[in-house]
């Protein structure tokens, strides 16, 4: 064979390649000078809200997450920044009335929070009553004060006995699951029409199960796989057990997808294209793919390969919640112990958190998401900005994007933001501040941050047209 033809034989194909996921998967980039004196627009029955979670928040938890902040990692190192913990966070399951009032004063329409599986169910099998009122206490509260309770179910955290049998590791568990979904449901259904099964699941499995950071501290593939398929599983037995209970048929209910779109380094490197297709599929498409088939596939070559198929799964969704905050960007290296990198490029303005901010990231989420077919809501974006300098640009922009994406046709119902106050950020404890309201942990003193006024200025805007 013609050395010249060897030769162009692979610069072909590799230039073939490099083309065609370019072409599949363009990195939207908008002129902002132009975006930003569009007109916002948003149709009548658009909600507004802003978004919190259990152990975040309300302090006083014994879990998973508060055994795993107390507990050093292999050299003897405080698995949380700076040695955090979680502690009573901002004291919210005391002073929610207070909370409750801040969240009015922002005219928002809607309240998304989670249970904690831990305060209610402390041990197998045993429930206590009180904690199912005091959230009972919590929506009637809201709904006094012309406010939606949205309730996620399970957001990250699981109690120590559910914990020690294996969790979401083993399928045989998820009856504990759903008998919890059906406790808080009988208890709360009668103030709660918006329900989350599970919030992020690919977020769980990725942190806990393969970057290892997050309890239980596994870095294993495979299983990791596994975990996702539970979780997702979990979600259709919810579901099909919560619409076959009294006001089942009148309850919304949805799963919570976090979508971070993933783009390469270097857009003519085909191993930044592969990593990043590979990344793309084991934690965003594999999870979309189940629930629109019924197909579970996660494949990451040489390291795991999960397959699973439930027809039942198909039609779990009323409506899906979208969480987005940016991209990731994928460098690829030759390197079995480190084959990829998270980097960006000098000019993207950063958030405090390893990300920048890429309002376009949202609306390219919000296609992704609309091949589920079922309304859409925002049920979390913000932003980690402890200085207060790009929260109000990070707001504007954000919101622009689901403007836009509604005005192109996408059905987007409502926009959450995350978070109402400062809290107890995971591995990242108390430096990540996403509030709208600032919060001093010590006096527990809640102000609005100046960044923040953009947001009121649009819920207000959007509700005079």
């Known amino acids: 064979m013609d050395k010249k033809l060897i030769l162009f034989v692979p610069i072909g194909l590799w230039l073939i390649y490099v083309i065609t996921m370019s072409a599949r998967h363009p990195e939207v980039r908008w002129d902002w000078e132009k975006e930003e004196t569009k007109t916002l627009s948003f149709p009548p029955g658009f909600v507004w809200g802003v978004a919190t979670a259990a152990h975040q928040v ?12 107390n507990t050093p990692d292999e050299n003897g190192n405080p698995r949380i920044h700076k040695g955090n913990k979680s502690g009573m966070a901002c004291d919210h399951w005391n002073r929610y009335r207070e909370d409750i009032g801040l969240i009015e004063s922002l005219g928002v329409d809607m ?16 429930f206590d009553y009180s904690a199912l009122e005091h959230y009972k206490d919590v929506c009637i509260a809201l ?36 008998r919890f979904a059906e406790q808080v449901f009988d208890y709360l259904k009668d103030h709660v029409n918006i329900w989350c099964t599970v919030n992020e699941p690919a977020v769980y499995t990725y942190q806990g199960y393969f970057n290892g950071v997050w309890p239980p ?23 099909k057990a919560l619409k076959s209970k009294k006001g089942g048929t009148r309850a919304q209910i949805g799963i919570v997808k976090n979508i971070f779109p993933f783009d390469p380094y270097n857009r003519w490197n085909p191993l ?22 019924g197909t579970y596939d996660f494949s990451m070559p040489t390291m795991a390969k999960v397959e699973y198929e439930n027809p039942k799964a ?11 905050y940016s991209h990731q960007r994928i460098n690829s290296h030759l390197n079995l112990k480190q084959f990829f990198t998270i980097e960006f490029y000098p000019h993207e ?41 790009r929260r109000a640009i990070y707001i504007d922009r954000y919101i622009r994007a689901v403007s836009r994406s509604i005005q192109e046709g996408y059905d987007v119902r409502g926009y959450f933001y995350w978070s109402l106050m400062d809290n107890f950020e995971w591995t990242e404890g108390y430096d990540m501040k996403f509030g709208l309201y600032e ?14 006024r953009r947001f009121i200025e649009i819920v207000e805007g959007s509700k005079g047209d």
């Open 143 to 178: 709904k006094q004060s012309g406010i939606t309770p949205v309730i996620t179910l399970h957001h990250f955290t699981n109690p120590l006995w559910f914990e020690a049998k294996g969790a979401f590791e083993k399928e045989e568990n998820l009856e504990y699951f759903v």
């Open 58 to 69: 309300e302090g006083g938890c014994t879990n998973n997450w508060s055994e795993w902040e």
């Open 217 to 239: 501290g596994k870095m294993d593939p495979q299983l990791a796989g596994t975990v996702l398929k539970n979780l997702l599983e979990g979600h259709v037995r919810v579901y």
């Open 314 to 324: 198909v039609g779990t969704l009323d409506f899906i919640g979208l969480n987005n």
């Open 439 to 452: 919060v001093d942990f010590i006096t527990q003193e809640r102000k609005l941050r100046e960044g923040s």
């Open 349 to 389: 303005q950063m958030t405090d958190m390893h990300y920048p901010i890429y309002p376009e990231a949202l609306y390219r989420s919000i296609k992704v998401a609309s091949q589920m077919g079922v309304p859409i809501y925002i049920t979390e974006n913000g932003i980690a900005d402890g200085t207060d300098d």
């Open 111 to 126: 309240y998304r929070f989670s249970v904690e599986w831990s305060k209610i169910e402390p041990q197998e099998g045993q």
């Open 272 to 293: 930044d294209w592969m990593v990043t297709r590979i990344l793309d599929n084991a934690f965003n498409s594999v999870a979309l793919d189940f629930l629109i088939s």
